[in-house]
């Protein structure tokens, strides 16, 4: 089982669009409310072009996750704020067929080298519904630090839901 990663091309479009239909019911119970379209090529497309706009400014490291060069999955670091913070939001899903199975966790190990290496950020958070202990499980493998809990913290299905949130810092990567 070979994982990688890597930034994510207006080419794997199709295959995104593709895995979030075939995931639809499994992805919904942890994926805000998303506009109409957001799930059709075209609406992927759209989410790319924007993607890969703000990773040229330097706000996102948008990647896809693949499996034996198949995308699984997308991997993303959000919300990128430089100078004295040096700050990112981690975010992932991978496919129900290969969720289980270590695609996540050696997604996020790969996420930690370009976040502290490439991109020279001191510091990753990310965050888990106190229910989701399989993703919960994929930070603590990764060395993530529980710091909180954030009360109605992101609109997830429509509702706002608690995240236990959690921090990696580059000193404690070594």
Do not use: C
């Amino acid at each position: 089982m070979s994982v990688t990663t890597r930034l994510v091309t207006m080419d794997d479009v199709p295959a995104i669009a593709e895995l979030y239909r075939v995931n639809l019911e499994f992805l919904t119970p942890f994926e805000p409310i998303r506009p109409e379209g957001w799930f059709t090529e075209e609406g992927q497309a759209e989410v790319v072009r924007v993607a890969l706009r703000r990773h040229a400014l330097g706000e996102v490291v948008p990647h896809v996750i693949e499996l034996d060069g198949r995308v699984v999955g997308r991997i993303n670091l959000n919300d990128i704020v430089r100078g004295p913070f040096l700050n990112s939001h981690l975010g992932y899903w991978v496919s129900q067929d290969v969720n289980g199975r270590g695609v996540a966790s050696a997604a996020v190990a790969l996420m930690k080298q370009v976040a502290f290496g490439e991109e020279g950020l001191h510091r990753i958070q990310a965050g888990a519904m106190p229910h989701n202990l399989a993703s919960r499980r994929v930070l603590e493998r990764n060395g993530f630090v529980r710091i909180g809990m954030a009360p109605k913290y992101l609109r997830i299905a429509g509702v706002w839901r608690d995240h236990v949130l959690y921090q990696l810092l580059a000193d404690d990567e070594g």
